[in-house]
């Protein structure tokens, strides 16, 4: 068994645990590590927790090769997303944002409103989930603690 150093659990990331194969095919612990919730130009926190390209339908992917932000199709994601309280009288966003994504996802922690093109919206509080299917939408916080959501997203070839 191969044996790895225990990752510190700490308030600003995620210990994350990687399985793999030994060369005689046995499973096994292939990494064990720390996964830092860094800091977005606007103020959001992202945890790039595990990710991946063509492993929906591929080989095993090569964790040494950097990512790009958002998968390729086959490709998946998996993050955590932390979205601060807004600021009093803070405007709308002015455009929604979409990706070339199938996302689902938990919230983790807090309260968090998603908003569509349409006007319809929603509140999700933590334990309540989502399926994100590649629409144009925005992320809100109007309350008072940051909410975190753990998203999984998929690349897809609409």
């Known amino acids: 068994m191969s044996e790895s ?31 830092p919730v860094n ?18 339908f591929g080989p095993a992917p090569d964790s040494s090769v950097e990512s790009p932000l958002f998968p390729t199709a086959a490709g998946v994601r998996f993050w955590t997303v932390t979205v601060p309280p807004e600021a009093p009288g803070t405007p709308l966003p002015a455009e929604f944002h979409s990706t070339e994504t199938l996302d689902v996802g938990i919230v983790l922690s807090g309260r968090i409103v ?30 008072t603690e940051d909410a975190v959501i753990a998203v999984v997203m998929m690349g897809w070839d609409r």
């Not at 225990?6 to 499973?27: F, H, I, K, N």
């Not at 800091?39 to 929906?56: H, I, S």
């Not at 093109?117 to 809100?140: C, I, K, V, Y």
């Open 5 to 35: 150093a225990p990752a510190t659990a700490q308030q600003d990331g995620y210990r994350v645990v990687d399985t793999s194969e030994t060369a005689g095919g046995l499973s096994t612990i292939g990494k064990d590590r720390f996964v």
């Open 39 to 56: 800091r977005v130009p606007d103020g959001r926190g992202l945890a790039r927790l595990w990710e991946a390209d063509g492993v929906l």
């Open 114 to 143: 998603l908003e569509m093109e349409d006007g319809t919206s929603t509140e999700l509080s933590a334990g309540q989930a989502f399926a994100q299917q590649g629409t144009p939408h925005n992320w809100r916080n109007p309350h």
